[in-house]
């Protein structure tokens, strides 16, 4: 069976990260597989352990006074239900998302602040 690559890779550009993370887990699911990438020796950290930081966690800290912003944002970016959203929104301080490089932390940090809520980066 043939595929043109250049049009997937096209097409997974276009899509939303909620879209791409459905796909991931439907892969995992199909080919009983897991996305989790390797874990790294610790000592290749180097001999004083300061290494670049390349995962990171982004926190919601706070909803803000725009709850329900803060609310569709969490859905947006996770793809999760109303009520697992809201979940995360009311319990706050919580992890949105974990393991993520520093643009995508980046990102998300920008659209739940554009709702109005507080967010740090571990």
Same mark, same amino acid.
Request: cysteine-free.
């Given at each position: 069976? %043939?595929f043109?690559k250049?049009s997937?890779i096209?097409?997974?550009k276009?899509a939303?990260i909620s879209?791409l993370s459905d796909l991931?887990? %439907?892969?995992e699911?199909?080919f009983d =597989?897991?996305? !989790?990438?390797?874990? %790294? !020796?610790?000592g290749?950290a180097?001999?004083?352990? /300061? /290494? /670049?930081k390349? *995962?990171f966690?982004v926190e919601l800290?706070?909803?803000? *006074?725009?709850? =329900?912003?803060a609310?569709k944002? =969490? ?9 697992d %959203?809201?979940g995360?929104v009311d319990?706050a301080? *919580? !992890? ?5 490089k520093e ?5 998300i ?9 507080t =967010?740090?980066?571990?």
């Open positions: 069976m %043939a043109d250049d997937i096209a097409s997974l276009e939303s879209d991931v887990k %439907a892969i699911e199909e =597989v897991s996305a !989790a990438a390797p874990v %790294a !020796a610790a290749a180097g001999a004083d352990g /300061a /290494a /670049a390349d *995962s966690t800290t706070s909803a803000g *006074s725009a709850k =329900v912003k609310i944002a =969490v859905r947006e970016i996770t793809g999760l239900g109303l009520k %959203a809201k995360l319990n301080p *919580s !992890a949105i998302k974990e393991d993520v643009d995508e932390a980046n990102e940090k920008a659209k739940l602040e554009e709702a109005g809520a =967010v740090t980066i571990k």
